[in-house]
């Protein structure tokens, strides 16, 4: 199949497969002599993996790191679960941070009059916004960006996915 049926029947975009495919994530499939790929079965439920993986909101990263599991048939459920609890953890930390920003807009639109005045608690919390410096945060454990696991914060660039062979589903 073309790349707009493996999009279709994955619910991945043609743009995201070849990039997942530019960046390693998934292997380079088969092309036709004109050049365009051609997606077995195989690949598209590899794709349909990662599309659930990314639903839950696993980074790409992280998806290269259970791809490599779920390709690996000696792999430890036990390194599974961390990656799992891992993301339940980073999301658990996201929905805070959510929280907090909807407490203080609550609170800032509640001392808004809201009416034909020009003065405004929103526009001056927001003007009066103290700069920030740009500094990385390190994340921890089994979702820590490539760089940062081998070995330090990577010079600040990211690692690239090492690229993949033809996909091979254990059982």
């Given at each position: 199949?073309?790349i707009g049926e493996a999009a279709s029947a994955s619910g991945v975009s043609a743009k995201m497969i070849r990039y997942y495919e530019s960046i390693g994530l998934i292997p380079?499939?088969?092309?036709?002599?004109?050049?365009?790929?051609?997606?077995?079965?195989?690949?598209?439920?590899?794709?349909?993996?990662?599309?659930?993986?990314?639903?839950?909101?696993?980074?790409?990263?992280?998806?290269?790191?259970?791809?490599?599991?779920?390709?690996?048939?000696?792999?430890?459920?036990?390194?599974?679960?961390?990656?799992?609890?891992?993301?339940?953890?980073?999301?658990?930390?996201?929905?805070?941070?959510?929280?907090?920003?909807?407490?203080?807009?609550?609170?800032?639109?509640?001392?808004?009059?809201?009416?034909?005045?020009?003065?405004?608690?929103?526009?001056?919390?927001?003007?009066?916004?103290?700069?920030?410096?740009?500094?990385?945060?390190?994340?921890?454990?089994?979702?820590?960006?490539?760089?940062?696991?081998?070995?330090?914060?990577?010079?600040?660039?990211?690692?690239?996915?090492?690229?993949?062979?033809?996909?091979?589903?254990?059982?």
């Amino acid at each position: 199949m073309n790349i707009g049926e493996a999009a279709s029947a994955s619910g991945v975009s043609a743009k995201m497969i070849r990039y997942y495919e530019s960046i390693g994530l998934i292997p380079a499939v088969t092309r036709t002599e004109a050049g365009y790929r051609v997606y077995s079965e195989r690949d598209v439920h590899m794709l349909r993996f990662i599309r659930r993986a990314r639903d839950l909101g696993f980074s790409v990263e992280g998806i290269g790191d259970l791809v490599g599991l779920w390709r690996d048939r000696s792999r430890r459920s036990g390194d599974v679960k961390r990656l799992a609890t891992a993301q339940v953890d980073d999301l658990r930390r996201k929905i805070r941070e959510l929280e907090e920003m909807a407490a203080t807009l609550e609170t800032l639109a509640a001392h808004c009059h809201g009416d034909h005045r020009p003065d405004c608690p929103i526009l001056h919390d927001l003007e009066a916004a103290a700069p920030v410096r740009a500094t990385p945060t390190k994340r921890s454990g089994a979702v820590a960006r490539r760089g940062e696991r081998h070995g330090g914060e990577g010079g600040g660039k990211k690692a690239a996915l090492r690229p993949i062979g033809r996909f091979e589903p254990a059982v």
